[in-house]
């Protein structure tokens, strides 16, 4: 968690059959993503303006996509900060242990879908900014 930057999230293409009836993405554990999927859910209907995210994990990760519409996530590892912007259904950022996230613009009709690593866990998360900071760089930063 604690070597973990926004240098190592990284926006994974995923694979895409083409069929004139429409396309197809699917994903295979461990081939088309880095992980075991042990938990799959999403985001809709999130009003105009709002965001979600607001917390980092210490061991979970995931691979988040816009399964329809698009949004901004952006994330943060304590000393660098980068919007990634999501808008097709075979593209999904990778977001590593220790990597700060928020979402926001989403787009009208939006999904968000996650795939993640680990079932549901309240103790892997750090959902307060300062905490995070002091998680990942050892002091406490003044904001």
């Known amino acids: 968690m604690l070597n973990s930057t926004i240098f190592n999230c990284n926006v994974l293409t995923l694979p895409k059959v083409h069929n004139r009836a429409g396309n197809i993405t699917a994903l295979n554990n461990s081939q088309d993503i880095p992980f075991d999927v042990k ?66 613009n989403f787009s009208s009709g939006a999904i968000c879908l996650v795939l993640a690593s680990h079932p549901y866990n309240a103790l892997d998360y750090i959902r307060d900014y300062e905490e995070f900071i002091h998680m990942k760089l050892g002091y406490k930063k003044f904001i």
Do not use: C, M
Not at 42 to 48: A, F, R
Not at 59 to 81: C, H, M, P, W
């Open 39 to 104: 938990r799959v859910y999403y985001l809709y209907d999130v009003p105009g303006g709002e965001s979600r995210g607001g917390h980092a994990h210490k061991e979970l990760q995931q691979l988040v996509v816009a399964a329809s519409g698009s949004f901004d996530i952006t994330i943060d590892d304590g000393r660098n900060k980068k919007t990634v912007s999501l808008n097709r259904p075979n593209y999904g950022l990778l977001i590593l242990p220790g990597i700060w996230r928020d979402l926001a």
